[in-house]
């Protein structure tokens, strides 16, 4: 069993930058794909960004490629999600996501792909 926590969010200025921490307990999380996910009231939970186990694929969403980074530090047990020139469009919960598999696979994207979610971390930016 995983369990995993999101801190970093925040209130921030359009243009400006967070760093979102997703940390777990369990030794083998540096195994386990993770994605990152965010949601606004109203709407359905969207992809951001996923990584696989290692570290060495990820992948992006459209709206957050060249202003988002995705990235393991797996002594820690954690993955981070560095953003930048945030943009009022970007505020949501953010939740982070893992599976014990070390593939990213194809389906990476997609919520059903995770087996572990956390509670999320709300991220504001003001226009």
């Known amino acids: 069993q995983v369990q995993l926590v999101e801190s970093g969010g925040g209130l921030v200025q359009a243009g400006g930058s967070l760093r979102l921490s997703c940390a777990a307990s369990?030794?083998?999380?540096?195994?386990?794909?993770t994605g990152w996910f965010r949601q606004v009231p109203g709407k359905e939970r969207a992809f951001v960004a996923a990584?696989?186990?290692?570290?060495?694929?990820?992948h992006y969403a459209d709206s957050v490629k060249g202003r988002f980074t995705i990235y393991r530090h797996s002594a820690q047990n954690t993955v981070y999600l560095q953003m930048n020139s945030l943009k009022p469009e970007d505020t949501a919960v953010y939740y982070c996501?893992?599976?014990?598999?070390?593939?990213?696979?194809?389906?990476?994207?997609?919520?059903?792909?995770?087996?572990?979610w956390g509670r999320g971390t709300q991220v504001t930016v003001s226009s």
């Open positions: 990584i696989s186990g290692g570290g060495l694929t990820t």
């Open positions: 369990g030794r083998s999380f540096s195994t386990y794909a």
């Open positions: 996501a893992g599976k014990p598999r070390y593939s990213i696979g194809s389906y990476y994207y997609r919520e059903s792909e995770y087996d572990y």
